[in-house]
């Protein structure tokens, strides 16, 4: 039987529990780490959880003006090392999570444009993005495959890309704000390119072997969103790419209400369609209840946010 303190192995990566701690947006000033963030990290990973995944970081220096983590530039490099040595004096890892917010600014776009797949109005902000053009949205790849080699030499364990909540990269698989008619539009197979070339390109330049994670919603929650069958076949793609997890999530908002795990069924179809790790997030308060899932599905971890907010060492209890 399994078990939720298991020690296990997703490829290259060692992990103590089944435990992970799902990212919550830590404000920062200019994307610099301060003693309070260093402090909730480490203490994070003196509770116990297995590996803790950050704050989403931000990998494009025109979206500098929000106030998160951020990798954007070489001086970020050092500066993040100190984040990783913390943790892992507790023997927990870390994964570096990258993001382009796109239309669903965190703040003030004043003075600059706001890049999307097409020009619809952001459902959360209002925001009506420019469309992206070819070299544009060439030039977002490389910048979060230039984040992922700073996150590397920075001591992270691994990153993973934010695909999901809305952000850019989620925008381009769902069919609400991709209107496009060229190869990045249309149908799944064209809507998935914007992530797996991204995924291609980190991988290309971080190696075979670091750890590359993707965060992906299950289905939006909204009309014209994205549907199960859409995120299969990114998952069975992303799978084929070499990407060593996918972390399941949704509209967590809408979902919130459950008295059960969020996406168990979404995470259960996903883990039993491919073969790579399936990480489901929400709704995971119940200990047996994890517990079956783990031993009657594929899935194999549990991503937690605000029960570590509300008790950093809840996995060591």
């Keep these: 039987m ?35 963030v260093l402090g909730k990290y480490e203490n994070l990973a003196k509770g116990g959880a297995g590996t803790i995944i950050t704050g989403f970081a931000l990998v494009d220096a025109e979206e500098k003006a929000f106030p998160i983590m951020s990798m954007y530039d070489d001086a970020f490099v050092d500066e993040y090392s100190l984040l990783t040595s913390r943790v892992h004096r507790h023997q927990t890892n870390v994964v570096m999570q990258l993001v382009v917010t796109g239309s669903y600014a965190m703040g003030d776009v004043t003075g600059r444009t706001v890049l999307g797949p097409s020009a619809v109005a952001n459902l959360n902000t209002g925001i009506v993005p420019k469309e992206m053009t070819g070299d544009e949205i060439k030039a977002i790849q490389e910048k979060f495959a230039q984040a992922a080699v700073r996150a590397q030499k920075a001591g992270f364990d691994g990153v993973e890309i934010h695909a ?44 075979p072997d670091y750890p590359v994670w993707v ?41 919130s209400s459950k008295k059960e795990i969020y996406f168990k069924a979404e995470a259960a179809k996903i883990a039993e369609a491919c073969r790579i790790a399936v990480i489901v997030t929400g ?35």
């Design 2 to 36: 399994k078990e939720l303190l298991d020690t296990t192995n997703i490829r290259s990566l060692t992990l103590k529990n089944r435990f992970i701690r799902a990212a919550v947006a830590d404000y920062t000033p200019a994307g610099h780490l301060d003693n309070g």
């Design 164 to 207: 999901a909540h809305g952000f850019l990269l989620n925008q381009f698989i769902t069919p609400y704000y991709n209107n496009r008619k060229d190869s990045y539009g249309g149908p799944i197979e064209n809507r998935a390119r914007m992530v797996l070339e991204t995924c291609a390109a980190i991988r290309k330049d971080v190696g």
């Design 215 to 255: 965060k992906l919603n299950s289905t939006d929650g909204i009309e014209q969103g994205l549907t199960l069958d859409d995120c299969l076949y990114v998952s069975k793609e992303l799978a084929r790419l070499g990407v060593d997890a996918i972390e399941v999530s949704g509209n967590w908002i809408a979902a």
């Design 283 to 317: 709704g995971n308060r119940n200990y047996r209840e994890m517990e079956e899932l783990l031993n009657s599905t594929g899935v194999g971890y549990f991503g937690m946010a605000r029960p570590f907010i509300a008790e950093p060492g809840l996995v060591n209890r």
